[in-house]
Nanobody
């Protein structure tokens, strides 16, 4: 089992920045993919960004150039630096960890609200 604990959400004005953190504990395999998804009211959950244990990153087009995902593998922690936030980024952000042995794990979610 893997547990994911998120932190860093909150309320920010448009154009501002926030940094999300997610710490994984438990049976974390040596190879995994950690990432962030988000779900806005009335919309489906969507991928925001992922990073492998090897440092390969992937972003949804709408956040490229504004968001940066990174990880500290020694701490099993993933970060999402969000800059130039807009009201369209308002959502619940979920941390995700995937590994080949047992699939997906999810955090409890953290609210990000961007006011105009």
């Amino acid at each position: 089992q893997v547990q994911l604990v998120e932190s860093g959400g909150g309320l920010v004005q448009a154009g501002g920045s926030l940094r999300l953190s997610c710490a994984a504990s438990g049976s974390v395999s040596s190879f995994n993919i950690m990432g962030w998804y988000r779900q806005a009211p009335g919309k489906q959950r969507e991928l925001v960004a992922t990073v492998t244990t090897g440092g390969i990153t992937n972003y949804v087009d709408s956040v490229k150039g504004r968001f940066t995902i990174s990880r500290d593998s020694a701490k099993n922690t993933v970060y999402l630096q969000m800059n130039s936030l807009s009201p369209e980024d308002t959502a619940v952000y979920y941390c995700n960890l995937w590994n080949a042995q047992s699939g997906d794990y999810w955090g409890q979610g953290t609210q990000v609200t961007v006011s105009s």
